[in-house]
């Protein structure tokens, strides 16, 4: 048979052809396609490594008149993820085909693969780990679906994560008749403590169990859980059961993702799911979901994958009517065709993170949020319930104000001009979140209205 790379081989060469000296030089002369062309940015880190946060904050094109402080919800596109992205578009509308080009030939430089090397350097993971999705929710709907698993296992996760995690697993537990339990890992976010936390999934873990889900950083407190040693009490769990009994540990990563200091793919969880659209600050509507390489043969792609790498693998599968072999990511990736000027612009925000130093974001990270929630710890009428310590807490803090109703909080912050949010949940509480574009005089402007609304 004809497999599509061929097809599409020919296909291009017949375009080049016909479109003689134009729309493809590269390919017509056999040259190597020109270098990305890198924007121009004012120095973000000086000669010593120092980084310059105002010149961080310039590549925002936020709103200058308001504070912003919860852009971690989604998305302002920096400067240059903004011009990658019109670059692609620009690519895209001149020719849509150049999308296969790109994506099934060597003429443009494999734009695809940078995308999965830029997310696995990140992770720290081999880019064949890197599943491309288009946000966390379906990075988590991908692996819960396609999770082979039996109706007399089981999923635990715990009573924090978000609705797209929860619901998730409800679907995936409705088709396959598994069971679903829920657990506290605190009983108050602001007392959790590490050693609870790991003592709690080890002893909700049974022979039954194929996997746990657990959030890095919870959207609804706060609280960042301590993976390595999760993942230690899953591994010890795990030990003498085959691949089809082996519990699972699924992370939902998406509020520690790139405001972490950490290789999370070396921490000894199965699966990772994260937007890249948060505090990677990358493209709208892209995600991505990272898994150890001897994980994914545990699931099933659900939505055939258009990743060229799936691709060559299912496009003659396909016609043979072949047996699939083991699941890899690239098979996972939900196909149909997406917005490729903001798939392909990945790079560009991880180069971005690169260039400021993941170890200054983590440590800016800490210091704006830091001082936010020692501030508010001692301000009165506030109840903070995100831990102060930062080993329990990341970017996000949830707090209440006496006698006001979480969104009455966003509302009235709302009116100075000050973007706060509420929390999602059944329970819910206002939240402040800062992020790389912050300044620590926005901190304390915040504060000082925060302590004007208790009355
Ligand atoms: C913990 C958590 N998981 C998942 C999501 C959904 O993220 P996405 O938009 O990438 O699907 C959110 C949304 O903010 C969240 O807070």
Known sequence: MVHRREMLVSLVAGLAAGSAGSMFPAVLEGQPPPP??????????????????????????????????????????????????????????????????????DAEGHPFTAVKRALAGYVGGDPSEICLTSNTTTSLAMAYHGLRIRADQEIVTTEHDHYSHHESIRYAAARSGCGVRYIPLYDSAASANAAQIVERIGRAITPKTRAVGVTWVASSSGVKLPLDRIAEVVARANRGRTPADRCLLIVDGVHGFANQDVDVAKLGMDFFASGTHKWLFGPRGTGFLWGRADAWPELRPTIPTFDPDGVAITFPVWGDRADYPPTQAALVSPGGFAAYEHVLAVPAAVDLHRTIGRDHIAARIVELNTAFREGAAKLPGITLHTPRDPALSGGISCFEVRGLAPEQVA????????????????????????????KPEEIELVLREIRALVA
Not at 82 to 96: H, M, P, V, Y
Not at 415 to 425: D, G
């Open 411 to 438: 509302g009235r912050l709302a009116e100075k001009k000050i973007r706060a949010t509420t929390s999602p949940y059944k329970v819910s509480y206002a939240r402040v979140c800062a992020g790389i574009m912050n």
């Open 36 to 105: 990305p062309r890198v924007p121009r940015l004012r120095s973000l880190r000086s000669a010593t490594g120092t980084v310059d946060w105002l010149a961080v904050r310039e590549l925002f094109p936020l709103a200058p008149d308001w504070t912003h402080l919860s852009s971690f919800l989604f998305v302002s596109h920096p400067k240059p993820v903004a011009e990658a992205i019109d670059r692609f578009r620009k690519k895209l509308d001149s020719d849509a085909m150049w999308i296969e080009i790109a994506a099934f030939t």
